[in-house]
């Protein structure tokens, strides 16, 4: 079998598996539930059925392990410990690194487990119960594979036997005795499964022992007497394989499962598989790079509709405006598909959030309760995959500057456990992300003093800005309020990083503080980075894109009406008074000075820009494209488009504009 073929797949499943082992663990060790076990049971059971099937024996060997730990607790035979919860925690861990090791081209071998399956043995009781030795009367335990290929062997004749190979004390040269039996046992069948597995077999890494199971059409006796043949070799002992299929995972079931089964009504087991096959019928998966290909196609095709709009304005016959018309309205439709399909719940950049606060709460001594809500909302694939590493940083920091220790929130008179809020919601063509702790808030005078003392700020500037303002300085680069360092925090490197990873996705991140309550910060992205509304300008003889999800307003300023602050060009915004860039200036146009020009009024959370352009063109879908490593960095720049004549339109960050 070419597993190559299977790979892409086995990885979407393995993530799967795994985020719902993360899931329900979590449950486990909040409420002790029986169904939080059988969960875990299932997907540790199909993982480990995967892997062995696609032939990567580190993760089906440390996932049944964890399985037959589960299968005691699950049917009522051990009762479950912190000890076992944190080593499964530590295995999913493994897991994982294991999973994105065999992505890159690895065979998942780059992780040490014995540590870590030496403690599930330890809670199971000292006995490894997949070696299937003629002492214990133990079997191999296969996956649906080999079963499959056992049972089709059967029909032509074949039987399937266990050995138990047990070299000499004396032998000099393990593998090369293994390969002489493996060579002796080549010529009477076939060779299915080993224990250890044949690379570690081949390494000597094995005591003086080890299991075989067998296909062939000889009797045990002729394998038997074959094997010992081989010097050294001391003791063979040869049985027929009982299979034990890992096609049925309900071996050994616990009393309060064959409890809830029992209490399902008939009717309602009977409805279950028929809605499961119409969600499995309406649910495909798609290749990404097919979605990526299919979004290019689409992004021409605007760019294509751009220009026919151009040219059917030009022309002037009706009959061609109303073509293009039902075009518009049509292709409006299919990009509204098109975006949906790149689409995706910021759930699975949540779900690694829990276990994640578990482990960083309990290395510092805190006890944290993590709340999600709104982890449907659906964000573009783009943003997804860079949003995750930001709210890391933001979450960690809450965790370890925010929330106090549980003896200080108790002298504060507060719960001893603190309250971590992630929550995600809509709101217009953006996404909103807010993170929110009841911990300790920002301390804002010990910001002050030491943005002074750094000199981020001057004093003139100290004594006008607000709580918040002053607060949004721990964004500053290199700057930190931790006393001391530790692996968290305290190097000033993070949160400046987080900022600048934000605004390159053409977000915004705020934060509101009350000290002795709780700080919350605020993320604000957008829906997606590929197609999106701008307002076409013109600064001299040039066009530019300014996305409408930066714009507050447009009008009109007479240039009696400009003011002067603080040697800064501003004008009264609404009672706001509010400062003014001209384009030209930034990016060196020559153009011709009105007495009356058109304002376009940007939004930066809550701080305003007037941009002063020489036109208004009006409002255009356009596709973002990025302008390459070359002309990459350039202020006030965060993309290109092109238009519908042919020509290219600048695309302005306005976040650099204030």
Do not use: C, W
Request: proline share 3%; no cysteine; aromatic share 6%.
């Amino acid at each position: 079998m070419d597993v190559n073929e299977y790979l892409g797949l086995f990885l979407d499943e393995s993530q799967e598996h795994i985020q719902s082992v993360n899931t329900q663990l979590m449950k486990f060790e909040q409420t002790a539930s029986a169904e939080a076990v059988q969960e875990i049971f299932r997907s540790a059971h199909t993982l480990k059925g995967m892997s062995a099937t696609m032939g990567y024996e580190s993760v089906a060997n440390l996932t049944h392990e964890m399985e037959s730990a589960l299968d005691l607790v699950r049917s009522g035979k051990k009762e479950s410990n912190q000890l076992l919860l944190d080593t499964m925690f530590i295995a999913m861990e493994q897991i994982e690194a294991m999973i994105a090791d065999i992505e890159t081209g690895g065979t998942g071998t780059n992780v040490d487990v014995k540590a870590t399956v030496s403690a599930f043995q330890s809670f199971i009781g000292g006995k490894e119960q997949k070696i299937a030795t003629a002492e214990e009367s133990s079997v191999f335990t296969v996956d649906l594979y080999a079963d499959s290929v056992i049972e089709q062997a059967k029909q032509t004749g074949f039987e399937a036997f266990q050995l138990h190979v047990k070299l000499s004390d004396a032998v000099v040269l393990k593998a090369a005795r293994a390969y002489m039996v493996f060579d002796r046992l080549q010529e009477l069948g076939e060779v299915v499964r080993t224990h250890p597995e044949t690379e570690a077999i081949e390494q000597e890494q094995f005591d003086l022992s080890f299991d075989v199971l067998f296909l062939s059409q000889e009797t045990a006796a002729v394998i038997e007497h074959a094997v010992s043949q081989v010097s050294e070799v001391e003791t063979v002992h040869v049985s027929v394989f009982t299979s034990v299929s890992e096609s049925e995972p309900e071996i050994a079931v616990s009393a309060e499962a064959v409890a809830v089964q029992e209490i399902k009504p008939k009717a309602q087991e009977a409805e279950e598989p028929k809605e499961q096959a119409v969600a499995q019928a309406k649910t495909i998966r798609v290749n990404l790079e097919r979605i990526d290909r299919l979004m290019n196609l689409f992004e021409e095709f605007i760019i294509d509709r751009g220009r026919l709009e151009r040219l059917a304005d030009e022309v002037g016959q009706p009959e061609l405006n109303e073509t293009v018309e039902k075009i518009k309205r049509g292709t409006n439709e299919l990009q509204s598909l098109v975006l949906t399909l790149r689409m995706m719940p910021i759930e699975q950049v949540f779900n690694r959030f829990p276990r994640m606060v578990r482990s960083v709460a309990k290395d510092i001594h805190k006890k944290v309760q993590l709340d999600i809500s709104g982890a449907d909302t659906e964000l573009d694939r783009t943003v997804i995959d860079e949003i995750g590493d930001p709210l890391v940083h933001l979450i960690r920091n809450a965790i370890d500057h925010g929330i106090e220790l549980p003896d200080k929130r108790v002298q504060a008179g507060k719960p001893e456990q603190g309250r971590l809020a992630l929550r995600a919601y809509h709101g217009g063509n953006r996404v909103f992300i807010e993170i929110e702790d009841d911990g300790a808030g920002i301390n804002v005078d010990k910001v002050r003093s030491k943005a002074l003392e750094r000199g981020v700020i001057t004093t003139e500037e100290a004594a006008s800005m607000t709580d918040n303002e002053l607060a949004m300085l721990i964004f500053a680069p290199g700057f930190s309020t931790a006393d001391v360092v530790t692996d968290l925090s305290g190097r000033g490197v993070g949160l400046d990083v987080v900022k600048n990873k934000i605004e390159s996705l053409g977000g915004v991140v705020t934060l509101e503080t009350v000290v002795g309550q709780g700080t919350k910060f605020q993320v604000s992205l957008p829906l997606t980075l590929s197609i999106i509304s701008a307002m076409l300008v013109q600064a001299g003889d040039e066009t530019y894109a300014i996305p409408l999800s930066s714009i507050l307003e447009t009008t009109l300023l007479d240039e009696a009406n400009i003011l002067t602050a603080h040697r800064e060009r501003v004008f009264d915004f609404r009672g706001q008074l509010v400062p003014l860039v001209y384009l030209k200036e930034i990016f060196g146009i020559d153009s011709e000075t009105k007495s009356q020009f058109p304002v376009v009024v940007v939004r930066k959370g809550n701080k305003l820009v007037g941009v002063v352009v020489n036109d208004l063109i009006g409002q255009q879908e356009i596709v973002m494209k990025p302008l390459g490593t070359y002309l990459e960095g350039i202020p006030a720049i965060s993309g290109a488009t092109i238009l519908g004549d042919g020509r290219v339109a600048l695309i302005v960050d306005s976040n650099d504009l204030f």
